[in-house]
Antibody, heavy 120, light 110 residues
Framework: QVQIVQSGAEVQKPGASVKVSCKGSGYTFTRCAIHWVRQAPGQRLEWMGW????????GYSPKFQGRVTFTWDTSAGTVYMELNNLRSEDTAVYYC?????????????WGQGTLVTVSS | QSALTQPPSASGSPGQSVTISCTGTSSDVGGYNYVSWYQQHPGKAPKLMIY???QRPSGVPDRFSGSKSGNTASLTVSGLQIDDEADYYCNSYAGGNTWVFGGGTRLTVL
């Protein structure tokens, strides 16, 4: 069965960077992309972008372009999301979600979420 | 890339039906039949309920249904149950390998 497990909660200072991991099992990695979605406390879901682990292609929401990077470690079978120059507004739960290739397919399996707190 | 518009709240009594709307533009909801809906209970990850406007994944009760007309998609929950009380988010493909979520609707079962 599909399982997606993310790394644990993080506390970072303003201006620092955070790197969150996302490891999937129970499905064929190369047929799927991993998308990242965040949710600030009491707020809506916000789509951040994706990484296709097949060809390591990436796409980013214009809001996060230049400040976020998605990477894939083949040996570890793990995707990473790194967000730089953190500010208090980046305090949120960050989710990774699996999506089969193709715009018609939905986010069908999600990680448990990783709380990132930005505080001085 | 603006969020899709959903009503902040909706409510109904057990057994009743409720419909939640999701309004976008011709560049997202109206341009593609790639609308999905997610249910989120407090403190939990979202769960897929509807995809491609009206398709249900296996395991989702047929009390949940989806439709679309023009730039507005809708989720209908029939035969409301206590456990349906949650936040619901729509999502649409927006072209250029980008996606956008709605603002979310809190469904209360009275």
């Amino acid at each position: 069965q599909v399982q997606i497990v993310q790394s644990g909660a993080e506390v970072q200072k303003p201006g620092a960077s955070v790197k969150v991991s996302c490891k999937g099992s129970g499905y064929t990695f190369t047929r799927c992309a991993i998308h990242w979605v965040r949710q600030a406390p009491g707020q809506r879901l916000e789509w951040m972008g994706w990484i296709n682990v097949d060809n390591v292609d990436t796409g980013y929401s214009p809001k996060f372009q230049g400040r976020v990077t998605f990477t894939w470690d083949t040996s570890a079978g793990t995707v990473y999301m790194e967000l730089n120059n953190l500010r208090s507004e980046d305090t949120a739960v960050y989710y990774c979600a699996k999506k089969t290739a193709g715009p018609n397919n939905p986010f069908d399996d999600w990680g448990q979420g990783t709380l990132v707190t930005v505080s001085s | 890339q603006s969020a899709l518009t959903q009503p902040p709240s909706a409510s109904g009594s057990p057994g009743q039906s409720v419909t939640i709307s999701c309004t976008g533009t011709s560049s997202d909801v109206g341009g593609y039949n790639y609308v999905s809906w997610y249910q989120q209970h407090p403190g939990k990850a979202p769960k897929l309920m509807i995809y491609e406007v009206s398709q249900r994944p296996s395991g989702v009760p047929d009390r949940f249904s989806g439709s679309k007309s023009g730039n507005t998609a809708s989720l209908t929950v029939s035969g409301l149950q206590i456990d349906d009380e949650a936040d619901y988010y729509c999502n649409s493909y927006a072209g250029g390998n980008t996606w956008v979520f709605g603002g979310g609707t809190r469904l209360t079962v009275l």
